[in-house]
């Protein structure tokens, strides 16, 4: 026993260990700074949460502008064929699973048609990007004004991200105030 005890100790002072053991020391304390920084900070004020992107895609602007970019005719083209291929593909392995002949010229089909299909997605990928990029622009100016006068007005002394924190209850959350003023300040224009 000890024996074990000095070769955990040899082990932690062996200065190609030790190093690293110091390093893991710091990084707890650093760790255990960041945990209690926020107790720290919250006496200056109070504490809320904001899930930006669910504050912004709840606004009528981006449900109207989702809305015109699903009922584009090539968005739409390009949904209903991704819908088709995926069908088809399902259709297709369930035949393959069932045996019988032509399996390979499914499995070659099948394919094909899932190029087909991840190609289109990617397309309507790189399409959705545009149009969320061109609504960041439109709300981005409004959404910095939006928060900056609600933390103002309520008093907060810390905001959170809603998706980093483990628990917040309800009335810690601010992003259905943040969605009020963006629809607000869209309706004055």
Do not use: C, Y
């Not at 190609?16 to 700074?33: D, G, L, P, Q």
């Not at 019988?100 to 010229?105: F, L, V």
């Not at 394919?111 to 981005?140: C, P, S, T, Y």
């Not at 409004?142 to 905001?159: C, P």
């Amino acid at each position: 026993m000890a024996g074990d005890v000095i070769s955990i100790i040899e082990f932690l002072t062996d200065t190609k260990w030790s190093f690293t053991v110091k390093k893991m020391i710091k990084a707890m304390i650093a760790v255990a700074a960041l945990v209690s920084a926020p107790w720290v900070l919250a006496d200056s004020g109070k504490v809320a949460v904001l899930d930006v992107q669910e504050a912004i895609l709840n606004t009528s602007m981006a449900k109207s502008e989702m809305k015109a970019f699903e009922a584009r005719s090539d968005i739409s083209k390009m949904i209903a064929d991704a819908e088709k291929l995926k069908k088809d593909i399902v259709s297709l392995r369930g035949d393959i699973e069932k045996g019988g002949s032509g399996a390979q010229e499914k499995q070659k089909t099948v394919e094909f048609k899932q190029a087909d299909f991840e190609l289109i997605v990617r397309k309507l990928n790189a399409e959705r990007q545009v149009a969320g990029k061109r609504l960041m622009d439109n709300i981005g100016p409004r959404l910095e004004s939006a928060v900056k006068s609600i933390v103002d007005s309520d008093g907060i002394g810390l905001l959170l991200d809603r998706k980093a924190v483990i628990h917040a209850d309800a009335t810690f959350d601010i992003t259905a105030k943040v969605t009020e003023r963006l629809n607000a300040s869209s309706s004055k224009r």
